[in-house]
């Protein structure tokens, strides 16, 4: 990340939050426009998930930053695709399924698996520290919001 200014990525990750959170302010606040912003954080989520995965295909695809093992390469490049699925899981379990807390669970599992995934890559010196900390501060955010979002969904399920 030497390239790219680290105020401007980080100003840019906080404020890709904001949709999240203001999704979870109209879940927890506005009862009838619940259901409308959960499917719209949901589908926020998997598109962001996706963005993350691509991050990993930037990391390998710029110069130099392929490494010398071609199984380590090839590793990377399908971690790369694996959050998009996830998110394409969760768009599914929203439509045609009809269950938006299951999408709400796949979305945390990804996220979670995302984080700790690149966690690991920052050992093997494939994910920049500086990124690392900046998602990890995001994925926190995130993680909350999705869950505090499946727990309402839950409880109001319950009151129903």
């Known amino acids: 990340m030497t390239r790219t200014p680290m105020m401007t990525a ?4 906080l404020a890709g939050t904001i949709p999240f959170i203001a999704l979870l302010a109209i879940v927890a606040t506005r009862p009838l426009d619940a259901p409308v912003a959960t499917i719209s954080m949901i589908d ?3 598109v962001i998930l996706s963005f993350l995965g691509a991050v990993h295909w930037g990391f390998a695809l710029e110069p130099g930053g392929m490494v010398r093992d071609a199984r380590t390469n090839d ?3 399908v971690f790369g695709v694996l959050p998009a699925l996830m998110g394409f899981v969760a768009l599914l379990a929203v439509s045609p399924l009809g269950a ?11 996220f979670f698996a995302t984080i700790l ?9 494939l994910v920049p520290a500086k990124y690392l900390v900046l998602r990890w501060v995001v994925s926190l955010v995130v993680l909350v919001v999705l869950v505090a979002t499946l727990f309402i969904t839950l409880v109001g399920m319950r009151q129903a």
Request: no cysteine; charged share 20%; aromatic share 4%.
């Open 100 to 110: 938006p807390r299951l999408a709400l669970a796949v979305l945390i599992a990804g």
């Open 44 to 46: 926020y989520g998997a």
């Open 75 to 77: 590793q990377r490049l």
């Open 117 to 125: 995934a690149e966690t690991v890559g920052k050992g093997r010196d």
């Open 10 to 13: 980080t100003l840019l990750g």
